[in-house]
């Protein structure tokens, strides 16, 4: 084990996930005697896969999530599958006695080979045996994406602990590699941006906001910027308000996307908007779309560089007066209906905004922070977890505010269910504040307008929640407090510094816009 450990090390992971599992026993008792790298234990094999990519999210470095049994890896497919879609490194690594078992379903042995399918290639290791005979783990990792371990054990012919003492944790992977072509991208912001241009920022690393903040500034475009950009508040006097729904009506001539895939429904439309040329620079290399983009892959820092100098554009198609006008509508539309579920997300946001870490994750509950959410108080570390779906979204918040002094998430009644399990990893994290409010909008009822007069639709895509809130409060050992209005949240300015709190929204079901 101390050749797999150190090979780990060696490429960057300092910590490891753990799920209980007979099989893992000499992995753990290895693990046991290494303090270089932290030990997180979670019996739920899902939630230990979100919390360990919550990890990667956090540090930037890869993690090893280890699954209980060979069945209980495919619980961690989701995980995998999100991690691939953000570029990330999440390591699952799966135990195996030496002796093959492949294709006779003896107990607790499934096929190993291409589990995780394209989402994480399976790299096999026959322990044990020295470093020199394992496959070299920081080229595995060069490209930041997911990767399964197998090992297969000879616990036999296993050695004796070695001396963990000397291992080191090595630095986090290279930034991805440069791809594509800076010629289309440079031709038309010189020649064709006057056209037309408006800046699409998707959600971005904390040490990748800086770069796109100056293209964003230099440019002046009107920018339509995620939530999870962290620059939504400091692009201010260029954000469209409503932006999304002005652009569908209004297609510019050139789009120009920075940072990962956007979510919002302008994206969506410009599949059917061929006039509209898109480009991207990003991080992760996904174009986003099925029609043709230009996609330019890398690390946006080295990629602004080399852009070099970049024209002031401005607002040429007028956008940014419209937004005004939008922007006192909808201030006016909240004011109207104070209880409403935007007004409650847009009160929320002023209180999370003074946390270190920001989590958002359900549908509804993006949604609503991208177009509702302050914007006066810079949130520097803000994530979206719902880039590919609504699973283990708590496990992976609190794997983002493990090291912060305080962490708020948002989410919606289904998404808490679908992780319920997750906060029995809190006895493990470090003393902190630690909030979580959950959006009550009825099983997703609020979001089915359109069922009316058919109760087997209605039953269909509505899931009523089965719990009450207190009761699932009163399970985590965690505050629970109902809020109906935004006089109601003034109770997180009287929460300890310590504490984990459920917050239950409760919007009287008015839509203001």
């Not at 020649?191 to 037309?196: L, T």
């Not at 002005?246 to 006039?275: C, Y």
């Not at 609504?390 to 998430?409: E, I, M, R, T, Y």
């Not at 300015?493 to 839509?511: H, K, Q, R, V, Y």
């Amino acid at each position: 084990m101390f050749s797999l450990i150190s090979c780990s090390a060696m490429a960057g992971v300092a910590e490891w996930v753990c799920c209980p599992g007979e099989l893992n026993t000499p992995l753990y008792r290895a693990l046991a005697d290494c303090p270089v790298v932290h030990r997180w234990s979670v019996a739920d094999d899902r939630s230990a896969a979100f919390f360990a990519l919550g990890r990667v999210q956090a540090t930037g470095r890869p993690a090893i999530v280890v699954a209980g049994t060979g069945s209980s890896a495919a619980a961690m497919t989701p995980a995998v599958i999100n991690a691939y879609y953000q570029r990330r490194p999440l390591v699952v690594l799966t135990m195996d006695s030496a002796e093959s078992c492949g294709g006779t379903g003896a107990p607790q042995r499934v096929e190993q080979e291409a589990l995780f399918g394209m989402y994480a290639p399976t790299v096999e290791l026959n322990l044990p045996c020295p470093v020199s005979d394992l496959p070299n783990m920081v080229e595995l990792l060069s490209e930041g994406f997911p990767l399964h371990l197998h090992v297969r054990l000879d616990a036999a012919a296993e050695p004796p602990c070695s001396d963990f003492s000397s291992i080191e944790v090595g630095d986090a992977p290279p930034a991805p590699r440069f791809r594509g072509s800076l010629v289309a991208v440079s031709q038309m912001l010189r020649f064709r941006s006057m056209e037309g241009l408006v800046l699409l920022i998707g959600a971005l690393n904390p040490d990748e906001q800086e770069p796109v903040l100056w293209l964003a500034q230099t440019l002046r475009v009107p920018v339509l910027a995620e939530a999870s950009s962290g620059l939504r508040e400091e692009l201010a006097p260029y954000l469209l308000h409503g932006g999304d729904e002005m652009l569908i009506q209004n297609p510019p001539r050139h789009v120009l996307r920075v940072g990962d895939v956007p979510t919002g429904s302008f994206w969506k439309a410009l599949e059917n908007l061929p006039q509209t040329e898109v480009y991207s620079i990003t991080r992760t290399g996904f174009s986003g779309l099925s029609r043709k983009s230009n996609v330019v892959e890398g690390e946006l820092e080295q990629i602004m560089k080399a852009l070099g100098d970049v024209p002031h554009v401005g607002d040429t198609g007028r956008l940014l007066t419209r937004s005004r006008r939008a922007a006192g509508q909808l201030e006016e539309m909240l004011l109207g209906y104070p209880e409403s579920a935007e007004a409650l997300v847009r009160a929320f946001s002023q209180h999370a905004c003074l946390a270190d870490v920001i989590c958002v994750g359900s549908a509804t509950t993006v949604r609503l922070w991208n177009r509702y959410a302050q914007i006066q108080v810079p949130t520097l570390y803000l994530r979206d977890l719902h880039s590919t779906g609504a699973d283990g979204v708590l496990s992976a918040f609190l794997g983002n505010a493990a090291d912060a002094a305080s962490g708020c998430c948002l989410i919606g009644d289904l998404t808490l269910l679908r992780d319920i399990t997750a906060t029995a990893i809190l006895p493990q994290l470090p003393p902190g504040k630690r909030i979580v409010a959950v959006l009550n909008n009825e099983g997703a009822a609020a979001a089915q307008r359109d069922t009316a007069g058919d109760p087997e639709l209605d039953r269909l895509l509505v899931q009523p929640q089965p719990f009450r809130m207190q009761e699932i409060a009163r399970l985590w050992g965690a505050e629970y407090y109902a809020i109906r209005s935004e006089a109601d949240l003034e109770v997180l300015d009287t929460l300890d510094e310590n504490c984990f709190a459920l917050l239950e929204l409760l919007p009287d079901g008015s839509i203001c816009g």
